[in-house]
């Protein structure tokens, strides 16, 4: 047994003895040893000078290795000259040049016209357009790195000299407080003005969860105020409105189509936009037609940019992106997506198809009995946009843009509900497609003037045969909008300046209306020419402590000879260094709307169409916001409050989606809201952390209808939101969830129906609004990677799921009559499920 023990023992120990020499083996040593044991060992000398090789440290190489082998290994971990002059004498030197190239941190883009400049050297070294840069090692171990836009940086060749070849990362600079009062806000890439206004840059976008690539009108659910009750981006809510009183501008140019996959997806390619502008309250007297708020995409950028191109997809479409560098002064930027949908059923794919074609469960209240629906489509949608950038001379720039957006679907309803099946075909397309030509001029330092020449179409093409009974809707809905604005902009002094300009619009509306029973035919045009004169001035104190934008908006309805006078105000100041107030208010109009004639049952998708006001019985919206906030900001917390009130007049109940009692009716009304919007945030270095809650309470008032006043649609009173995110170098990880309460219902009075009329009978509702649907939650997460393959290439994969509870949520409840059986059917829409999706990006 001790035989055995120290045998072990014994074994353990040469173990360890073994273990520990290759630990020493793996120990760096100045390279200044290494040569001496060379030295030693094959009887040469190394002549060299200290400074050269002083920074280095290596492991040694294995002294089994021949004298080749072994000034082989130094060349291959070092930067260093290595020269055999004879047998016995051998020269080391540093390498004369070391070069690079130099980057943005954050959308790892080359960078030229860098400046690297030594303090005791005439001339600066400049980066090439491509980031590239060189220089001897001869100059100043200290350089100093600027270029504009970005931190100053100081790198020392000492940090560097171990290797000839060096990547250098600028930090962008962060707006001045001239400008911004909070950045990154929720996350990288977004931004708070002292407007009022939110920005977000999508190119230097971090990450949020459930997204997996920086969609424009998913990511602006995530500041308060801003949902969209039905999950969609077509239906987006902000601040207790509607969807069609939010203006959506791409480059000047207004889009009246907004999402693809019937609102589960935005029409808005991420990998375009530079700079996305969120007014909620306080926009500039340059927006009308909205009394909500604005959305403004703009994907021009300040400079020529250098050619790039990325190709990516994820489990729904692919995509490409490529802007090409014609001249010093012009480029070309084309971009296209495309979905799959119709080709490969993707799990994604599978998980959005039930949730806009979900099979729906028609429930009779009066024996419980399931009706089920079937269904099957072929559904594709496809977008692009094309770009045009020309510096001319000094002074002047032109930009012409190109943007079309698309959706097909042929859709094919079975009935199972019978021993006869019931097969029903519809189909619809969606198009919006529109053009601009955008001219600047700076005058001089002082002066500047914009031109905006844009033209767009929308058109919704539909037929849709009910499947429980033997009603066809054709349904065809065209809009034409065209205009120019004219800005120009002239800094007074210092603290003042002065803009002001011109705006034209032309809309044409068109609408057919047949049903073959009950037999309808309805065919409308209307046409609109509207002017508005623009007078702006805005003050910005020397010390930043005040800002103050104060603006007027003259429109002429010329169709009705009627002037709408709409004053904007935009006030900041700084109460303290932490603490700073913040008062916006508006009143602001629109002309065109749009409008639910006829409530299909076409599984929640596309059912609304564009009208004009005819300032009677479609009356012209108007809209009264005022809100008071204060933004708090000290080291890495930030709160924000703010308070609001909105009232918008000139509703009707046929633009407000109704279905219960005030479907096919049409009063008129408004709504009004006050809510309190309330946001707490924390970085800790690469971990962000924020909560929000929004509270709202929304109403109705209609004095034709009794009772006048009661819940919006889409009245949520409360809603919690939170969310944390980790950024480390090119990892980003973020976990979030969202709750609200639930929002309003009109449920039947009983299960009775009110027979006045025979072959028409109707459900006895309770008051409008009176019940509620259950709370609502979700818990998302999204996760992802770069990787530099290269200096010039770049691979981006992220992954994502929503619903991670894979929780049921009713997101609508509506009540219809079943004339089979003269019952009443209760009809759900639920939640999208839990649903993953994967991104890839190539980047070249």
Not at 260 to 284: D, E, M, Q, R, V
């Amino acid at each position: 047994m001790t035989i055995k023990v120290f045998k072990y023992f014994l074994l353990f120990f040469i173990v360890s003895l073994s273990t520990f020499s290759q630990e020493r083996n793996t120990l760096k040593i100045p390279l200044k040893d290494i040569l001496t044991t060379i030295s030693n060992q094959h009887e040469v000398g190394f002549s060299y000078i200290d400074e050269d090789i002083s920074v280095f440290k290596l492991i040694p190489p294995n002294s089994k290795l021949s004298l080749k082998q072994k000034l082989t290994y130094l060349r291959k971990n070092t930067s260093l000259f290595i020269n055999i002059l004879d047998e016995k004498h051998i020269t080391i030197s540093s390498k004369k040049t070391l070069y690079g190239y130099v980057f943005d941190k954050e959308t790892n883009k080359p960078l030229g016209n860098v400046t690297f400049k030594n303090p005791n050297e005439a001339l600066p070294i400049i980066s090439q357009e491509n980031g590239y840069f060189e220089f001897t090692k001869s100059i100043s171990s200290a350089i100093v790195i600027s270029c504009i836009g970005y931190a100053t940086k100081t790198i020392t060749i000492k940090n560097i000299l171990q290797q000839n070849f060096t990547n250098i990362y600028l930090d962008p600079v962060i707006e001045t407080l001239s400008e911004v009062v909070v950045s990154n806000y929720l996350t990288t890439g977004i931004s708070k003005k002292l407007s009022g206004l939110y920005e977000v840059k999508p190119k230097k976008f971090g990450i949020l969860p459930g997204l997996i690539e920086p969609d424009i009108l998913q990511t602006i659910q995530q500041i308060p105020g801003i949902n969209s009750p039905d999950e969609t981006i077509s239906n987006i809510s902000v601040r207790g409105g509607t969807h069609d009183q939010n203006l959506f501008l791409w480059n000047g140019i207004r889009m009246f189509q907004t999402g693809h996959f019937f609102g589960l997806i935005s029409a808005f390619n991420p990998s375009l936009a530079h700079t996305i502008k969120i007014y909620k309250n306080g926009s500039s007297a340059f927006y009308g037609e909205s009394v909500s708020s604005v959305i403004d995409i703009s994907t021009h950028p300040k400079e020529v940019e250098s050619s790039n191109t990325n190709i990516g997809g994820n489990l729904i479409s692919t995509d490409f992106y490529s802007k090409i560098k014609t001249s010093s002064t012009s480029s070309i930027e084309i971009s296209g997506r495309r979905s799959f949908t119709d080709l490969i059923s993707s799990p994604t794919y599978k998980k959005y198809y039930n949730r806009v074609f979900q099979n729906t469960i028609v429930t009779n209240l009066n024996s419980n009995n399931i009706i089920n629906y079937k269904s099957s489509e072929d559904f594709y949608f496809y977008d692009f946009t094309t770009q045009f950038q020309k510096k001319i001379g000094h002074k002047n720039e032109l930009i012409i843009d190109l943007i079309g957006i698309n959706n097909q679907l042929a859709f094919t309803q079975n009935s199972i509900a019978s021993q006869t099946p019931i097969s029903k075909n519809s189909n619809l397309s969606q198009l919006n497609f529109g053009g601009s030509l955008h001219w600047k001029t700076n005058w001089n330092e002082k002066n500047s003037t914009q031109f905006n020449f844009y033209g767009t179409t929308y058109k919704l093409n539909s037929t849709n045969q009910a499947i429980e009974s033997n009603q066809t809707l054709d349904q065809q809905n065209g809009v034409f909008d065209m205009g120019f604005r004219v800005e120009n902009q002239y800094k007074l002094n210092a603290v003042f300046s002065f803009n002001n300009g011109y705006q034209y619009n032309k809309i044409v509306v068109s609408n057919i209306d047949q049903t073959n029973f009950p037999s309808f035919y309805r065919k409308s045009k209307e046409v609109q020419e509207n002017h508005a004169l623009i007078l702006e001035t805005q003050y910005n104190s020397i010390n930043n402590a005040t800002f103050l934008k104060s603006g007027i908006r003259i429109n002429y309805l010329e169709k009705f000879n009627k002037f709408i006078v709409e004053p904007r105000i935009q006030l900041n100041h700084k109460l303290s260094n932490t603490l700073n107030l913040e008062i916006l208010a508006e009143l602001k109009s629109q002309t065109s709307s749009q409008i639910i004639d006829l409530q299909q049952d076409f599984l929640g998708l596309e059912k609304r169409r564009w009208t004009l006001t005819n300032d009677g019985t479609i009356p012209i919206q108007k809209s009264q916001q005022l809100s008071l906030g204060f933004t708090y900001k000290n080291k890495k917390w930030l709160i924000t409050l703010d308070n609001y009130y909105k009232r918008v007049t000139g509703i009707t109940s046929s633009d407000q989606g109704f279905q219960n009692q005030l479907e096919f009716t049409n009063i008129y009304g408004e709504y009004t809201i006050c809510g309190t919007e309330f946001l707490i945030q924390k970085n800790f270095n690469h971990f962000h952390t924020w909560l929000s809650y929004t509270f709202n309470d929304n109403n109705y008032s209609f004095k034709e209808y009794q009772p006048n006043v009661f819940p919006n649609n889409v009245d949520i009173a409360h809603t919690f939101s939170w969310a944390g995110s980790y950024e480390w170098n090119n990892l980003k990880i973020a976990l979030g969830s969202k709750w609200h309460s639930g929002k309003p219902t009109t449920i039947p009075l009983n299960n009775n129906l009110v027979s006045d009329y025979p072959y028409s009978p109707k459900i006895n509702y309770n008051n409008p609004n009176s019940g509620r649907l259950n709370d609502y939650f979700q818990l998302n997460f999204s996760a992802s990677q770069n990787w530099d393959l290269n200096s010039k290439t770049k691979l981006s994969i992220g992954v994502s799921i929503l619903n991670i509870l894979n929780k049921k949520n009713i997101l609508n409840r509506y009540y219809r009559v079943n004339t089979t059986n003269n019952s009443i059917e209760s009809i759900d829409t639920y939640s999208l499920e839990r649903t993953p999706n994967l991104s890839i990006k190539l980047s070249i």
